[in-house]
């Protein structure tokens, strides 16, 4: 295999639907218990039928790469991860590992409830085959780095999950490991520990290692790994660099909605969305000073409007906007009107009343975006009405930037233009 620690040939795993999977060693007892103790026939008489949760899997890992595992919900992530960390076998194919593989796929993965945190240590590393002198060198450092020093003697069932999910991650990152195998289990712990975890994982992958992670943070996996794979319902749709595998992914995105969502929209009354407060007259978001259809560059202030009608004399209404990156599926800006004085002159049923603002120029990434509008009664502190995803805009890079490609895969959240200043000294 030369430089190559992990191949996988042919993979498939097949499950039974509709009656217990015997997969691992727990799952076989309790099935045998049930059937030789319970009476009830009726309950093992069930259909099944076979589900495929991985089909033909083939990809190769090098030493030190940090390979991220991308794709929705029951594509086949966490089954990878099983069969590489050997929980579970292959119904077909093969996987070739070389050397010691440490996996945390979930809290408290490994980790025997009544023993203490530091006898789960010894436990754990007597699990990989080292000795006892080995773990005793590094014992401080897993402790330090988990921050538990105070409850290290303490056994694991009294830890909060993400106590347990700093010790499992420092066992597995410091018990010196060739493979380390990770689920999203990170997204437990604060914001502090999973910086030091990432910090720690490129670490590991410059010290030779390999580490698989799965995550559905595609800025995570873009941030932290050098490769990535693909899986869309079992199969393989991808592989490769991990900028080329999370742009195709990325590809496949859709707004879930029955009809086009477009940058601008408008409605009949009869036929608008809302309520006997409110009703929806129209939305868009444009470059300010161009058309609707105009593309929206970067160097644009970006213009959003809303219109509804106010049913009711009484009440103090508020709009608020809230704007989401469709690519990472994360509010990057929230607004409110709270034009409360004008909004109180406004006591005639049916008015149409008319918001507008201005996201000023550099301030949005290049990427695409999808907005929604909050409609609030401000005296009674309750929300009215809430169009989700009424509206969809893509920023594009500026024109003059795109001489410079490099910019044009910048990851950032937002992407002002800074004023710098530059001194020479000779």
Not at 129 to 136: A, D, F, I, K, T
Not at 182 to 211: C, N, P, W, Y
Not at 276 to 304: R, T
Request: charged fraction near 25%; aromatic fraction near 8%.
């Amino acid at each position: 295999m030369g430089n190559i620690v992990v191949q996988a040939e042919n993979v498939s795993k097949k499950y039974k639907i509709g009656r217990l999977n015997a997969d691992t060693l727990k799952d076989s007892i309790k099935h045998k218990w049930n059937r030789l103790f319970r009476d009830d026939e009726e309950h093992f008489a069930t259909h099944e039928e076979d589900f495929w949760a991985l089909r033909n899997i083939n990809f190769e890992v090098e030493r030190g790469d940090i390979m991220g595992i991308i794709g929705k919900n029951g594509a086949g992530k966490s089954t990878l991860l099983k069969l590489l960390s050997r929980i579970t076998s292959p119904t077909e194919g093969k996987i070739k590992m070389k050397g010691r593989v440490a996996s945390l796929l979930e809290v408290g993965t490994g980790f025997h409830p009544e023993l203490t945190g530091r006898e789960n240590i010894y436990l754990n590393a007597t699990i990989l085959g080292m000795r006892e002198s080995e773990v005793r060198k590094i014992e401080d450092e897993i402790i330090s780095f988990a921050e538990i020093e105070d409850h290290i003697d303490t056994p694991i069932k009294h830890y909060s999950s993400g106590m347990r999910v700093r010790l499992g991650f420092s066992v597995a990152a410091h018990l010196n490991p060739d493979i380390v195998i990770l689920d999203e289990v990170l997204s437990v712990g604060d914001a502090d520990f999973q910086r030091k975890s990432m910090a720690k994982m490129r670490s590991i992958a410059q010290s030779g290692r390999t580490v698989f992670f799965v995550s559905h943070s595609l800025n995570s996996i873009q941030n932290l790994c050098n490769k990535a794979i693909y899986l869309k319902q079992g199969q393989l749709i991808e592989s490769g660099l991990v900028d080329d595998v999370v742009d195709v992914y990325k590809s496949t995105f859709k707004i879930s909605t029955d009809v086009e969502v477009k940058n601008h929209i408008t409605f009949n009354f009869d036929d608008a969305p809302g309520n006997e407060l409110v009703k929806l007259q129209s939305a868009y978001v444009k470059a300010k000073d161009k058309g609707l259809d105009d593309p929206i560059n970067m160097s644009d202030d970006i213009e959003v409007s809303i219109s509804f009608w106010k049913l009711v004399e009484e009440g103090k209404f508020d709009v608020g906007i809230q704007v989401f990156d469709i690519e990472r599926d994360l509010q990057i800006l929230g607004s409110n009107s709270h034009m409360c004085e004008l909004l109180d002159e406004i006591k005639t049923p049916n008015s149409r009343i008319n918001f507008q603002t201005i996201i000023p120029k550099f301030q949005l990434n290049a990427s695409s975006y999808y907005l929604n509008i909050v409609i609030s009664d401000m005296e009674k502190k309750a929300i009215i009405f809430n169009a989700y995803c009424i509206a969809k805009f893509t920023i594009e890079n500026i024109t003059h930037f795109n001489k410079y490609r490099f910019l044009t895969k910048s990851r950032g959240i937002i992407r002002p233009l800074l004023n710098w200043n530059i001194n020479i000294e000779k």
